[in-house]
């Protein structure tokens, strides 16, 4: 990333950004100090080499936004200024500690990783202290002088944790590694807390997958969804009968706060009618059930896909008959059986500032080598040709019940010369409206796009649907989508990007289906506009 340096600062665009120590002032914003005609403040570095005067247009999330003379709109971290001036803003103090509660997916190496390249960032020193309890961790940030900067009570001990912390204020950040549910809410709203789900509080930090394991000397590579319930249901005991050996199965498995069983029991389990046996050996730690796993030649469990190391990776086959791998681009598409998101939450109203900032880096593309690294897919696009996707295009040929040949013929001719991206526009239930998700896709590509990324290429907005209903008014009800999203685009572009880019709107309807269409979740799935890239005029 290039910028201007100016006295420990940096600035890019119309944005400064701290590359210097800074000293933590934990503060944050709790109401203007008085209605003041007069927004004129000065900014002065924490060292007094800067000063900044503008008018102070907000001041959020421990950030100003100014207006200065010859320069523009510029935002500024309160950690590294002081405020001088009848405008700036009534502030209170904050020590140096919040907790971060909840998913041992997210909790065990990712929000670490992540501390890890945030200290960096700020030109903080990081540790991480254990203690005798794996869930527990403190991760401490040192600022260059010696003084703390930040200490985290780290607790990782399932997602349904995250929201009685967030109750009870134990946590400034939830984090969960799924979205949070009726009886999350109920757990808030005792506490006075409203709803989450699709506001700004609900913060997507990446995607991953529950990978089903099985010992590394089990001969049995992919499993039925109908299979896998049976099995987690006590009804098929012995590999045996499913093409293995003849010894038992043994199923290994996580608390009710885990958020990973919860997938695997909503997804695969529950929808056949079935539930968990009470047969199961419980496990506290990833580590633990891989390490069963692989002592045990009838052991079977379910793991984040960064943890499935020395074992036998399961590929789901949906009950349709679609394959369904794990691997890193439908996983990232959500195309992949038990693909889920991660998530971060936090209560309405004033956020810790080094919560604020923490959350912001952790979304930026500087943040994504780090979730890499620890093992999870992250944000960045990848590219994928039609002639790629192989068991796709024979299963929507050979089993969809309304398929069109001639419509599937045209989508061939239509996407043969161009490019897959992995980022897709979803749909918040019974709307046109875009779902949290969505809406960050939709900005992280509009940046590309005002950039420059793609021009010279023609950016199809490809609108999909499930199979509910007559395949003629699915392939309209695809469309109208595509449609929303260029109109999404066409308004939050700048007329410049818009002048560069040809945005055009298609429809397969129920082609391409990446999951089953016989769930709630697979119909969900399908229902969904993707973003292709091809030369214009090559076909």
Known sequence: MRGLTMFGLRIIGKTILPVGAATLMALAFSGAANAQEDKTVTLKSVGGELKLIGELDEFADGTYFITVQGMGKIQINMNDVTCEGAACPVIKQYAPYFGIYGSRTVGTNLIPNLMRGYAKSVGATYEIVATENAAERKIRLTNPDGTLRLEVDLQSRGSGTAFPALADGSAVIGVADRRMKDSDLAKLQAAGIGELRDTDNEIVIGVDGIVVILNPDNPVRNLTSEEISKIWAGEITNWLELGGGD???????????????????????????????????????????????????????????????????????????????????????????????????????????????????????????????????????????LEDMGMMLIHTAAVEPDFNPRLYVKMMQELRNADRLSISFRFQPGSSQLDVESVRNLQELAARMEKGEFVGNEVLLVGFADSIGSEVRNTKLARKRALAVRAEMERVLSPQALAQLKLTPLSYGELLPLSCNESDVGRARNRRVEVWLRVPGKR
């Open 247 to 385: 010894y038992p199965i043994n199923i290994q498995s996580f608390g009710k706060s885990s958020g990973d069983r919860a997938i695997l029991l909503d997804r695969i389990v529950r929808p056949h009618g079935r539930d968990e046996t009470s047969n199961v050996t419980e496990n506290k730690s990833y580590q633990g059930m891989v390490d069963a796993v692989i002592a045990d030649r009838g052991g079977i469990g379910f793991v984040g896909r960064s943890f499935a190391n020395g074992v036998n990776r399961l590929t789901i086959r949906e009950d349709c008959g679609l394959l369904s791998p794990p691997t890193d681009f439908r996983i990232k598409i959500e195309g992949y059986s038990l693909s889920r998101r991660l998530y971060m939450y936090t209560k309405p109203g004033d956020l810790h500032p080094e919560a604020a900032a923490f959350i912001e880096w952790s979304m930026t593309d500087d943040a994504q080598p780090y979730i890499e690294e620890a093992g999870f897919v992250g944000r960045g696009l990848e590219r994928m040709r």
